[in-house]
């Protein structure tokens, strides 16, 4: 099982056609993020690796051997939205930052609401589905207040018809005043 592996990685499932990728990923193309030796009469083996940022939904990885490239191991996974709030805890009146990351990618409109109120600072995400927005926080008492971000197909992770979901834990948070 010793040789030479490399770990592929794209937001399209991988083929025996697909190319390594020269700018963006596109659906015949992937990036490599890992490669390595695996040592001499070993029978197993740990990797590590960092997946690029990427937009919400289905990625594709594979642990390629170079003495068995016919015969990679593969998996996919989701990304999920995120939102981080900075800082945790303010005052009224004062400016909060809220990123996204995991969100639909190229200009989905994403709107926020603080405690069940849309807030205007409707954004848009880039292309790996990211995020930045700043609001004034408005008059509030003080306490535990939630922050959202959301489109018209995400919300709050509820399923509604012919959408995608998503864990609503994963992109509200809370904020203390």
């Not at 805890?89 to 400016?95: A, E, G, L, R, W």
């Not at 849309?118 to 990211?130: K, P, Q, V, Y």
């Amino acid at each position: 099982m010793d040789g030479p592996y490399r770990i592929l990685w794209s937001k399209y499932a991988i083929s025996p056609d697909s190319v390594e990728c020269k700018d963006e990923v596109s659906p015949s193309c992937y990036v490599e993020v890992g490669k390595g030796e695996v040592p001499r009469n070993t029978n197993e083996v740990t990797v590590s690796f960092t997946i690029p940022e990427a937009s919400y939904g289905t990625n594709f990885v594979q642990y390629l051997r170079s003495w068995r490239p016919e015969d990679p191991y593969g998996f996919s996974f989701t990304v999920e939205p995120n939102i981080t709030v900075s800082p945790a805890t303010v005052i009224p009146h004062s400016n909060l930052t809220i990123k996204g990351t995991g969100f639909p990618a190229k200009n989905d409109s994403i709107k926020i609401s603080l405690d069940g109120k849309n807030i205007s600072c409707n954004t848009a995400t880039n292309d790996l589905g990211s995020f930045t927005s700043q609001f004034t926080l408005p008059d509030t008492i003080a306490g535990k207040h939630q922050l959202r971000a959301y489109n018209d197909t995400l919300a709050f992770g509820e399923l509604r018809p012919a959408s995608r979901s998503a864990r609503p834990s994963s992109w509200n948070r809370s904020i203390r005043i």
